[in-house]
């Protein structure tokens, strides 16, 4: 095992910085599209419930790796279908999108429950005193609502992380598929995957001790 942390320690490494930069990247995003389409969710149109509705259903019901795949192989083949020949998705970008709009779905709804746990008398009070609805609710409703989100956000962040692993099918050089080189290199099953499997613990031990540190802090100052 020491053997393989000496030779491929620095390698496991940048392919856990590659994961966490996917992983980041992903929720980035996946934090605008659960606003957007989190806020369709709780306005009085039944339209914009629609298509919030349809949007967290769909993704939720794809697997993150049918998703991926159309990402990576569908969609490049339909644009270059359109005349565009030289349209490509890299393993990046094509991890990115696919994650973010999984995420992102789980993200709406995250973001849904937060601003309806908000008593609703904050919304009238703040329209009573001439603000538009927009202004109400990001700047009475949503900082409110924010507060309950962050532990749930965290929380989302830990799951991504571990679903970067899926987009190893697609040949990005994440921790997993590094994990895959390593232990066809050195014929080590066990000691290989028993360190990348450390390794996501250590990341994910530490997100989580951090996400209940915050949650206490919150609570400790309501």
């Known amino acids: 095992m020491l053997k393989i942390i000496n030779v491929y320690g620095g390698m496991l490494l940048a392919a856990m910085g590659e994961t966490l930069l996917l992983a980041l990247l992903s929720l980035a995003i996946a934090c605008l599209l659960g606003l957007l389409f989190g806020l369709l969710n709780v306005v009085h149109n039944r339209f914009c419930n629609f298509l919030g509705t ?65 008593d609703r008398g904050q919304m009238e009070a703040a329209r009573s005193l001439g603000l538009s609805y927009g202004k109400s609710m990001s700047l009475v409703v949503l900082p409110q609502a924010i507060r309950t989100m962050i532990p749930s956000i965290i929380n989302q962040f830990i799951i991504t992380l571990k679903d970067t692993s899926i987009l190893s099918v697609i040949g990005f050089p994440e921790l997993t598929n590094t994990g895959k080189t390593v232990v066809a290199n050195t014929m080590k099953t066990m000691q290989g995957w028993f360190i990348v499997g450390i390794m996501y613990m250590v990341v994910i031990i530490i997100l989580s001790k951090a996400s209940k540190a915050l949650e206490r802090r919150i609570n400790r100052g309501r």
Not at 59 to 78: E, M, N, Q
Not at 98 to 116: D, F, H, P, S, T
């Open 54 to 118: 349809l949007y967290v259903d769909a993704i939720r019901g794809w697997p993150l790796i049918v998703l991926a795949y159309f990402v990576y192989f569908g969609i490049p083949y339909g644009i270059q279908s359109l005349g565009f020949t030289s349209f490509r998705l890299n393993a990046l970008q094509a991890g990115t999108i696919a994650l973010a709009l999984n995420c992102g779905a789980y993200m709406a709804e995250i973001i849904r429950a937060g601003i309806e746990s908000v």
